[in-house]
T-cell receptor
């Protein structure tokens, strides 16, 4: 059974720092991996999707990498801002339709 | 920008009552999903729906739950005889296809509180 783990559970950084969020999954047979942002009490906003054949995707200050064979993905946030404060979730899709989520990393960026 | 819309944003119901959560997926999407997130826990898959039938469901999605696409735009989740442990945020999502390059887009959620 696929398990998705995100480390750390929480992270506090000063504004301007570059940071890395980690996601690991136990079964490497995935179709894709998606990173989401969740603000408190709100829905999930899709940030980046990486297909299983890809190594990385970039969107603005965000860069996500995927090492399928080792079951790992990272989300790199450059020059962090207070507005980046949120919970970041990763989710994988295997054969089938369901996304399997990690518990998330709650990021706090102080000004 | 197209978005998934959910109503209501918050629903309070008494234990044992039936609730219907409503969603309007993105208009050209073909796959629809329901997920839930109990406070402090992971987002969990409930069910997926395609071509007017359930494609996949999790162990959570038992006979208490049902889904329906009553018309060309709405997608609903019905929870019969609600229990306290059904209190959670329920998210609807949709995607255009199941291809590896296809993102799932989520709504803002309905917070269900069972008292």
């Amino acid at each position: 059974k696929q398990e998705v783990t995100q480390i750390p559970a929480a992270l506090s950084v000063p504004e301007g720092e570059n940071l890395v969020l980690n996601c690991s999954f136990t079964d490497s047979a995935i179709y894709n991996l998606q990173w989401f942002r969740q603000d408190p009490g709100k829905g999930l906003t899709s940030l980046l999707l990486i297909q299983s054949s890809q190594r990385e995707q970039t969107s603005g200050r965000l860069n996500a990498s995927l090492d399928k064979s080792s079951g790992r993905s990272t989300l790199y946030i450059a020059a962090s801002q207070p507005g980046d404060s949120a919970t970041y979730l990763c989710a994988v899709r295997q054969a089938g339709t369901a996304l399997i989520f990690g518990k998330g990393t709650t990021l706090s960026v102080s000004s | 920008e197209p978005e998934v819309t959910q109503t209501p944003s918050h629903q309070v119901t008494q234990m044992g009552q039936e609730v219907i959560l409503r969603c309007v997926p993105i208009s050209n999407h073909l796959y629809f999903y329901w997920y839930r997130q109990i406070l402090g826990q992971k987002v969990e898959f409930l069910v997926s729906f395609y071509n007017n039938e359930i494609s996949e469901k999790s162990e959570i999605f038992d006979d208490q739950f049902s889904v329906e696409r009553p018309d060309g735009s709405n997608f609903t989740l019905k929870i019969r005889s609600t229990k306290l442990e059904d209190s959670a945020m329920y998210f609807c999502a949709s995607s255009a296809s199941l291809g590896g390059n296809t993102e799932a887009f989520f709504g803002q959620g309905t917070r269900l509180t069972v008292v």
